[in-house]
């Protein structure tokens, strides 16, 4: 029962995320990449210290050193993913970053030598198939945005991999916490950098980063780690890369996408990705 309620966590997690990738396009028309990192994880981390309450002040060494490198997962992954925004569509950018569900297995196969079921196989093949559908030109090159995309679903796959990894043995709120603050920090750290310190947005930016930070990142990733408490980090993953064709669907209701044959083809692909994943064999009697 457990298995089921973790897996519909992330259901519900990745139909919210759809919708972070119109909301993030909507927040880049008045403010930078950094702008919103900075605001968004700022939000985030002090929604989780509000959460966290008393279990805050016994934070543990490896809880601490867990909750860094899950933040600096997170930030590395939606750093590369906002700046790839700004030079590819929100369902493309929604579709490449599904992506990290080919990453998740091999991460787990080079670092602690776990077996791969081949369902697991068989649906990430299908989910980076279906993405490729979606994004790759007739030549197949691919675009500044959509390398960039590429690459933060790297980050993004090392972030649901350590989830998994380090919930079993730290406090899911705790962890959360640390997270979002090392993001939050290096998202500051990556503001000065750039220089991007004049804040003037519009009404529409400061909602869509409102609803990043309280929606989209606070409530979503403490979902995503509870839930992957039942759910190995594969099998999350693969669940996950539906928030592709959420993207897809909230890109074409609220700003207008034109709907294509493709994307029909690679939301049908990534969607059958995920129930492939969960055909259980039959056992023998």
């Known amino acids: 029962m457990k298995k089921y309620l973790g897996i519909l966590g992330l259901?519900?997690?990745?139909i919210i995320w759809g919708g972070g990738f119109v909301a993030s396009d909507m927040a880049l028309e008045t403010l930078t990449p950094f702008q919103i990192m900075t605001v968004r994880f700022f939000i985030a981390a002090i929604l989780m210290t509000i959460l966290g309450g008393k279990q805050l002040r016994t934070i543990t060494k490896s809880e601490v050193k867990c909750g860094f490198w899950l933040g600096a997962a997170l930030f590395a992954g939606f750093a590369l993913q906002i700046i790839a925004l700004q030079y590819t569509t929100p369902s493309k950018n929604a579709f490449l970053t599904a992506t990290n569900v080919v990453f998740v297995p091999f991460i787990a196969l080079v670092i602690y030598k776990k077996k791969i079921a081949v369902r697991s196989l068989i649906g990430a093949g299908m989910a980076i198939v279906g993405a490729g559908v979606l994004s790759l030109q007739s030549d197949f090159s691919v675009n500044l945005g959509d390398g960039l995309t590429l690459l933060c679903a790297v980050g993004f796959a090392f972030q649901i991999f350590l989830t998994g990894e380090y919930v079993g043995r730290n406090r899911p709120s705790?962890?959360?916490?640390?997270?979002?603050?090392?993001?939050?920090i290096l998202s500051v750290i990556g503001l000065f950098v750039s220089g991007d310190f004049h804040f003037a947005p519009s009404m529409?930016?400061?909602?869509?980063?409102?609803?990043?930070?309280?929606?989209?990142?606070t409530i979503c990733y403490l979902l995503q780690t509870v839930s992957q408490k039942y759910v190995d980090e594969t099998k999350s993953a693969i669940i996950l890369s539906?928030?592709?064709v959420f993207g897809t669907v909230f890109s074409v209701i609220l700003l207008h996408e034109a709907v294509t044959l493709r994307m029909i083809l690679g939301s049908a692909l990534i969607l059958s990705a995920v129930l492939v994943s969960e055909i259980q064999p039959k056992k023998k009697s």
């Open 174 to 184: 705790v962890l959360n916490f640390l997270q979002m603050t090392t993001a939050c």
């Open 242 to 244: 539906m928030e592709a």
């Open 11 to 14: 259901l519900t997690v990745t």
């Open 204 to 217: 529409k930016s400061v909602l869509a980063v409102l609803y990043l930070g309280i929606v989209s990142t």
